[in-house]
T-cell receptor
């Protein structure tokens, strides 16, 4: 009953360092996405994927990279961390079947990232 | 593009009373869903209620109900008999099946004892 698993939960980076936030889901969902949450700005979409091998940019993609080699995993890479990337990051997975009213997004527990 | 407006950054309510959180949105889609998610201090995002836009009947889940006005593109959340555990951030999110949930900026609700 794992759902969406995000690691790590907390991370401190120095400016210029790179790192990967991990996200895995065990619900066989086609759709996965990454959001960042900043005070007063809600959740903003960074990147999303509609299936293995397919990714696209969201609202705030600059400075982030993603790949989707399997249905289960959707890692988010920070190429060269900047203080502006200090935020809480959420991974989500979802499904959508036309006519099925049970569509829902499932979220990981979030990663609090601080870039100093 | 979809936009979402939650015009109440913060609200408070006495325990056992009723509170309504507002949300307006803009979309060019005809078929879509609307969601309210709750984020307690634990940071976990929890689905509160969902509404299919093609259904005229307002959704209800226990103490939570919505007032969905499709023509006005309004989707408010009513919490009845508020409990201390309802203290959280609440996010409105329309979803049109384009694989992207678009979230509002949230309303921070505090339930007072």
């Amino acid at each position: 009953n794992a759902g969406v698993t995000q690691t790590p939960k907390f991370q401190v980076l120095k400016t210029g360092q790179s790192m990967t936030l991990q996200c895995a889901q065990d619900m066989n969902h086609e759709y996965m996405s990454w959001y960042r949450q900043d005070p007063g700005m809600g959740l903003r979409l960074i990147h999303y994927s509609v299936g293995a091998g397919i990714t696209d940019q969201g609202e705030v993609p600059n400075g982030y990279n993603v790949s989707r080699s399997t249905t289960e995993d959707f890692p988010l890479r920070l190429l060269s961390a900047a203080p502006s990337q200090t935020s809480v990051y959420f991974c989500a997975s979802s499904y959508f079947t036309p006519g099925n009213s049970n569509t829902e997004a499932f979220f990981g527990q979030g990663t609090r990232l601080t870039v100093v | 593009a979809q936009t979402v407006t939650q015009s109440q950054p913060e609200m408070s309510v006495q325990e056992a009373e009723t509170v309504t959180l507002s949300c307006t949105y803009d979309t060019s889609e005809n078929n879509y869903y609307l969601f309210w998610y709750k984020q307690p201090p634990s940071r976990q995002m929890i689905l509160v209620i969902r509404q299919e836009a093609y259904k005229q009947q307002n959704a209800t889940e226990n103490r939570f109900s919505v007032n969905f006005q499709k023509a006005a593109k309004s989707f408010s959340l009513k919490i009845s008999d508020s409990q201390l555990g309802d203290t959280a951030m609440y996010f409105c999110a329309p979803y049109s099946g384009t694989y992207k949930y678009i979230f509002g900026t949230g309303t921070r609700l505090k339930v007072l004892a």
